[in-house]
T-cell receptor
Framework: AQSVTQPDIHITVSEGASLELRCNYS??????LFWYVQSPGQGLQLLLK??????LVQGIKGFEAEFKRSQSSFNLRKPSVHWSDAAEYFC???????????FGAGTRLFVKA | DGGITQSPKYLFRKEGQNVTLSCEQN?????MYWYRQDPGQGLRLIYY???????QKGDIAEGYSVSREKKESFPLTVTSAQKNPTAFYLC?????????????FGPGTRLTVL
């Protein structure tokens, strides 16, 4: 069965520091992988997605993620965090057509001045 | 602008009452979803519909019901049988053309049982 694990419930980083949010997935075939961001009390917004091809994916707001099949990971990174990046981040895996998507439990990011 | 609207933003319900949450999309998407979000548990799928007049139970369908009479609309009813309905509810849709799998989300409805 598909599953997604985000090992960190919350992370605190200083503004301007680099960020890496971890995501591990379990899926039998080539996965469709996503990262979403949610501000408090809002819906989710897609940051980036991976289906195939280049394993380093660029997204919006300066985020990128790297697909590593050997490690079943899809970690999200940003070189320099801004205070506005404080939010909750969800990793997700979809089946072939994306009709069923499994979400991780989320990682809440706190940014300190 | 195309998107998904959910109403109301906040909803208060007395125990024993049924309530209906609205979800409307103008993205011309075929598939629509309802998720429940509780702190620390991510998103859990309640119901989904891939086409008008058809829908399937998700992982936590007990105590909920849906209908899909129009492509644009996918209302969720939280019945009195739902034992712990206080949560944040999110509606989403997926366009099937290209099968990108990206879900578009509404802003959510926060339901509180008094």
């Amino acid at each position: 069965a598909q599953s997604v694990t985000q090992p960190d419930i919350h992370i605190t980083v200083s503004e301007g520091a680099s960020l890496e949010l971890r995501c591990n997935y379990s899926y039998g075939a080539t996965p469709y992988l996503f990262w979403y961001v949610q501000s408090p009390g809002q819906g989710l917004q897609l940051l980036l997605k991976y289906f195939s091809g280049d394993t380093l994916v660029q997204g919006i707001k300066g985020f990128e993620a790297e697909f590593k099949r050997s490690q079943s990971s899809f970690n999200l990174r940003k070189p320099s965090v801004h205070w506005s990046d404080a939010a909750e981040y969800f990793c997700a895996v979809g089946d072939g057509g994306g009709f069923k998507t499994i979400f991780g439990a989320g990682t809440r990011l706190f940014v300190k001045a | 602008d195309g998107g998904i609207t959910q109403s109301p933003k906040y909803l208060f319900r007395k125990e024993g009452q049924n309530v209906t949450l609205s979800c409307e999309q103008n993205l011309n998407h075929d598939a629509m979803y309802w998720y429940r979000q509780d702190p620390g548990q991510g998103l859990r799928l309640i119901y989904y519909s891939q086409i008008v007049n058809d829908f399937q139970k998700g992982d936590i369908a007990e105590g909920y019901s849906v209908s899909r009479e129009k492509k644009e609309s996918f209302p969720l009813t939280v019945t009195s049988a739902q034992k712990n309905p206080t949560a944040f509810y999110l509606c989403a849709s997926i366009g099937t053309s290209g099968a990108s799998g990206e879900q578009f989300f509404g802003p959510g409805t926060r339901l509180t049982v008094l």
